[in-house]
Nanobody, 125 residues
């Protein structure tokens, strides 16, 4: 059984940094994408960053490009999201997703089989 657990959220001031971690226990499919999504109150969920855990290819939403970095440690089966130069508009619940159901590049979109419960990121101005 796959369990996805995020950690690393918190409160920071604008310009600060946070690193989110996601352990996907029992998930070993390197053919499928993993990704980070976020959802702010009153807004739709949006894809932030995606990665092919077999290829290492990474994809980012325009809103976070050059500020966020997604990575995956295969040995630890852990997904990371390094977030730098944080802005108040980055405030949201961040979710880790594993096992995208569709094939193709790993831009963070589409349906995923496994989701975590989320970790809150709050950026104050």
């Amino acid at each position: 059984q796959v369990q996805v657990v995020e950690s690393g959220g918190g409160s920071v001031q604008a310009g600060g940094s946070l690193r989110l971690s996601c352990v996907a226990s029992g998930y070993t499919d390197r053919r499928r994408c993993m990704a980070w999504f976020r959802q702010a109150p009153g807004k739709e969920r949006e894809g932030v960053a995606g990665i092919g855990t077999g290829s290492g290819s990474t994809y980012y939403a325009d809103s976070v490009k050059d500020r966020f970095t997604i990575s995956h440690d295969n040995a630890k089966n852990t997904l990371y999201l390094q977030m730098n130069s944080l802005k108040p508009e980055d405030t949201a619940m961040y979710y880790c997703a594993a096992g995208r159901t569709s094939i193709g590049n790993c831009y963070p979109s589409g349906d995923y089989n496994y989701w975590g419960q989320g970790t809150q990121v709050t950026v104050s101005s």
